[in-house]
């Protein structure tokens, strides 16, 4: 197909995810052709790049040709195997394993999705399973976070605070609730510890509300990531989760976006030795070489949920849950991180990407500067002593992509005045000081 007739085709047929479908179908696709390390090459042959990993997903880089080949194998060896009947495949049972011995110790058993809503979806299926099969059927009421993401699915995007993921579609459930953001930049709080203990009060005070009797679980991602990078501070995670325990309700991570060597450890719960009731995890599991998501759980949920089910199966199961060419590809993504270097490369380089943010502070549209290992976000102001951001018409986030886009630079813009940024754990040196060159010269040029 001919450049201008696949832009007609995708106007026509094809619905993508998160767009104003009627300013797609006037824009028109960007259709991206192939890709190598830390760039992709889109069809009219632009390199750019891509400092977002995708969509902070393919954290090992574009082109690891040990993934092509282990996936090909497997591909070869069994393309499929179902987990229904009591079947499985080593590359699941393996994933399953190395898993566990690498998440927080607390999580002993794993579920596979195909992605994080799936994954977001089938906790919550868990615990009210868990709930109901321990005789406590009352509790069934969720907490999250504004400007929390938690997924597409219907139970997910309720969980999700994000007005877009809401406006008519019905939701929120209304079994979900919300507390505030951990968001420094935004909140009026003295110190660090001040943000700490009115969070903590905020989720005790929720609970009170709805009565702990009838409150299953507390959702959050340790760092907020399409909310706009909400980095809270360090205490904050393990004093959430040491609320939880103290008020007897769950306590579930969500490390869809930070997990795997994002923020620096593995996981982002392991800085704090924070240990959650379950965790969900996708995108950097298989680094977006194959869709695969995983929820894991405690042995307590899980035993749970087997003693408390008598004979009957636990009725919750995907064709496509621990696909073996998924787990086989994921197995070689987790050699990458530890063996590969990455996760050392990305921990040797994150004071460069820190100090590549941190400097963009002087320049006249940004406010903050804001990140956590390879995660990070600049917030654009139009006063940076009141804070004031600039009008939505404006779509000033919207129009620095472009312009990046033309200085051969992918990043995300975010409604807010946000741009968000999510380097492969296996950039270089060069191509940060790449990143800032292009993205000090976009800004500039949209001032
Ligand atoms: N949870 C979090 C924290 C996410 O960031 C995302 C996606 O960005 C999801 C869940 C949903 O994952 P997926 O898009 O793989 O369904």
């Not at 590359?91 to 011995?101: D, F, G, S, Y």
């Amino acid at each position: 197909m001919s450049i201008s007739s696949l832009i007609e085709a995708d106007r026509k047929h094809l619905i993508h995810p998160v767009v104003n479908y009627r300013a797609h179908e006037a824009r028109g696709v960007t259709v991206l052709e192939s890709a190598h390390g830390s760039f992709v090459r889109d069809i009219e042959g632009n390199e750019l790049l891509d400092a977002f990993a995708g969509l902070w997903c393919v954290n090992v880089g574009y082109g690891q040709q040990s993934i092509v080949d282990v996936a090909a194998e497997q591909m070869k060896k069994l393309p499929y195997a179902t987990g229904y009947f009591h079947f499985g495949s080593a590359p699941a049972i393996e994933l399953a394993t190395q898993l566990v011995e690498r998440t927080p110790a607390s999580l002993q058993h794993v579920y596979f999705t195909l992605g994080g809503s799936d994954a977001v979806d089938s906790a919550v299926r868990f615990i009210t399973h868990y709930f109901n099969a321990t005789g406590r059927p009352r509790k069934k009421q969720f907490i999250s976070l504004a400007r929390g993401y938690h997924g597409s699915s219907t139970v997910g995007s309720g969980l999700t605070a994000l007005p877009v993921f809401h406006r008519h579609f019905d939701l929120p459930l209304p079994q979900q609730h919300y507390i505030a953001s951990p968001y420094a930049y935004r909140g009026d709080f003295a110190d660090d510890a001040a943000l700490i203990s009115a969070q903590v009060g905020a989720l005790e005070a929720k609970v009170a509300e709805l009565g702990a009797d009838n409150v299953a679980a507390f959702f959050c991602e340790p760092i907020q990531g399409s909310g706009g990078v909400i980095v809270p501070p360090v205490g904050w995670l393990k004093a959430m989760r040491d609320t939880c325990s103290k008020l007897g309700i769950l306590f579930v991570a969500d490390e869809v976006i930070t997990g795997f060597g994002r923020t620096g450890p593995l996981f982002a719960c392991e800085a704090e030795g924070v240990e959650p009731d379950l965790m969900t995890v996708a995108k950097g599991l298989t680094a977006g070489y194959a869709p695969m998501g995983a929820v894991l759980m405690s042995d307590e949920i899980y035993r749970g949920i087997a003693d408390g089910s008598g004979d009957a199966a636990i009725g919750h199961g995907y064709t496509y849950s621990a696909h073996p060419v998924s787990a086989a590809i994921a197995l070689e993504v987790m050699r990458l991180y530890h063996e590969g270097g990455l996760l050392a490369n990305a921990a040797s380089l994150a004071p460069r990407f820190a100090q590549g943010l941190d400097a963009l502070l002087d320049h006249p549209l940004v406010g903050d500067s804001r990140h956590r290992g390879l995660l990070g976000a600049l917030e654009l102001v139009s006063d940076k002593a009141s804070k004031a951001g600039f009008d939505a018409a404006l779509q000033l986030p919207e129009r620095i992509a472009a312009a990046a886009y033309r200085n051969r630079l992918i990043f995300r813009a975010f409604g807010d005045n946000i741009l968000g940024f999510a380097p492969a754990l296996s950039y270089t040196a060069a191509e940060f000081d790449l990143l800032f060159e292009r993205l000090r010269k976009t800004l500039d040029e949209v001032l």
